[in-house]
């Protein structure tokens, strides 16, 4: 009964004009990465709004049934619930329901299928469990070298919660198994987290990877990774670069 609660409140703020511009904006055409993917018409605010109001009676199964929705918006909501379930969990220090959320949310990659239900959700689940059980983050880059952009995806956001605690090595590494992937998502979120490498852990750490790799990574990553650089210093960079 929840769900169909949640189904009908996300219904109540959809407009056809949003849903239009989500398609266009999430490329849902025939051979782009988001095809076939169907929109409500609902923003992410209205969505978390939906999900706190009716937080209390919604548990994981939930979660993984709004995943299996075709409408996105539904598919969001489960990503954000998850979210939410496993910040419960941390605050209570239960490891045993952070692993049994974390577990869920890599079985369930298959319908997490575009960026932004990858971006808002992984870092928060997959990265911060990875930061507590080391010994299982061998899974990042086995999804690294997963066929799905999704999961490649997973892999080099996930790292993000590493990164905001000041440690860049991971990052480092899967952006190198990354380096030469044919998706240029992938070379926008392999560039995003070299920037925040460099927010986080500092300009002269990113500068260390970019002596090494600058002449040789897509121009897209190393756009996204020098944005925070001095103007005069990005242009010495990309004259560099291929």
């Known amino acids: 009964m929840t769900i169909s ?8 703020y959809k407009t056809k004009e949003r849903a ?20 409500l018409g609902v923003t ?16 994981l199964n939930d979660a993984v049934e709004l995943l299996q929705s075709k409408y996105h918006e539904d598919r969001l909501a489960g990503c954000i619930l998850m ?27 298959s319908r997490i299928n575009n960026w932004d239900l990858v971006d808002l959700s992984c870092k928060d689940i997959v990265g ?6 080391r010994p299982c983050i061998v899974v990042l880059y086995k999804l690294a070298k997963s066929k799905s952009l999704w999961e490649r995806r997973i892999a080099i956001v996930s790292t993000f919660a590493f990164i905001k605690k000041g440690e860049h090595k991971d990052t480092f590494a899967i952006c190198e198994v990354l380096m030469n992937d044919k998706e240029d998502l992938m070379h926008k979120a392999c560039g ?8 986080n852990c500092g300009i002269e750490t990113l500068n ?11 121009r897209t990553m190393l756009r996204y990774a020098i944005e925070r650089h001095h103007p005069v210093e990005r242009v010495k960079i990309l004259r560099k670069s291929k």
Request: charged share 30%; aromatic share 16%.
């Open 5 to 12: 609660k949640i189904k009908r409140g996300l219904r109540l």
């Open 128 to 133: 911060e469990y990875l930061y507590k059980v």
């Open 83 to 109: 979210v939410e379930l496993f910040k419960i969990a941390t605050k209570n220090n239960s490891i045993k329901e952070q692993k049994k959320i974390y577990t869920t949310y890599l079985n369930s990659t």
């Open 44 to 59: 992410v605010p209205d969505i978390r709004k939906v999900v706190k109001s009716f937080f209390s009676e919604l548990t």
């Open 208 to 218: 260390i990877f970019l002596e090494k790799y600058a002449t040789k990574m897509p």
């Open 192 to 199: 995003w987290m070299l920037r925040e490498v460099g927010k």
């Open 20 to 39: 239009e511009v989500n398609a266009w904006f999430f490329k849902t055409g025939k051979g782009q990465y988001g095809e076939g993917d169907i929109f």
